[in-house]
């Protein structure tokens, strides 16, 4: 794991701090972005020191919405070796940031961020890991429902058809997801995120089992776990 953090820290030199905290803040993006700069190395060991004992050998991770927070982990598991890692991200500039600066501080490492639709990166692959974090939550892509998912919006506020509109475009994302994922398996997910993926192994038949320690994300502040899915 060491050898996974000091590559983190040599990506995090090189990366453009300033046109990252762009995407990231309205506001003075740089140094919001680098005053967390501890916190998503600190929260990426822990959290890769969690999950990697529970992936198998020669398996394959999907990450959906990975940025600069999954970093240290996605490093981590790309750098064991038995398993294909696949980080992919809707915003093409910061792929681009992300890996101009792997390129330039890891050029070996074969992690690279992919841009575009997750349901459509990796054709024919079956994951047993699917990794989701602040992804169903995220207020650029849903901004409703990450109101209601974070008590921002009072009850007769909302607006239901613009509501329903997007629970409808979350489920169907995470029901494609959800077809490419194989059990026994496991869902790297926030404890907002959760009941998405009950909903769907309930309606296969499987059972979930979430974990009890949490991780909280360097950037959003989610508490991040587990789901077993058998």
């Excluded at 970093?71 to 980080?87: F, I, K, N, T, W």
Aim: net charge negative; hydrophobic share 45%.
């Amino acid at each position: 794991m060491s050898g996974a953090k000091e590559v983190t820290k040599e990506v995090l030199d090189r990366l453009d701090w300033a046109a990252l905290g762009d995407i990231y803040f309205h506001e003075d993006g740089d140094n919001e972005l680098r005053e967390r700069r501890k916190a998503i190395v600190a929260c990426g060991m822990a959290l890769s020191e969690l999950l990697l004992p529970q992936l198998r050998h020669g398996g394959a991770s999907l990450w959906v919405g990975a940025g600069l927070a999954e970093l240290p982990v996605l490093l981590a598991e790309s750098m064991r070796g038995d398993r294909r890692v696949v980080a992919v991200n809707l915003r093409q500039q910061e792929c681009d940031l992300l890996n101009a600066a792997l390129a330039a501080a890891a050029p070996d490492c074969k992690l690279r961020y992919l841009a575009g639709d997750a349901r459509a990166v990796a054709p024919g692959v079956t994951f047993d890991h699917l990794a989701c974090i602040s992804l169903f939550t995220d207020p650029e892509t849903w901004p409703l429902l990450s109101d209601v998912a974070y008590g921002r919006i009072a009850p007769v506020q909302i607006d239901v058809e613009q509501f329903v509109a997007e629970r409808e475009q979350a489920r169907e994302l995470a029901a494609s997801l959800f077809a490419r994922f194989s059990r026994p398996g496991l869902v790297t997910t926030t404890a907002e995120e959760v009941s998405w993926f009950l909903e769907l192994a309930e309606s296969v038949g499987a059972s979930i089992e979430a974990s009890e320690e949490l991780v909280e994300a360097a950037i959003v502040g989610d508490p991040v776990g587990f789901l077993t899915v058998t």
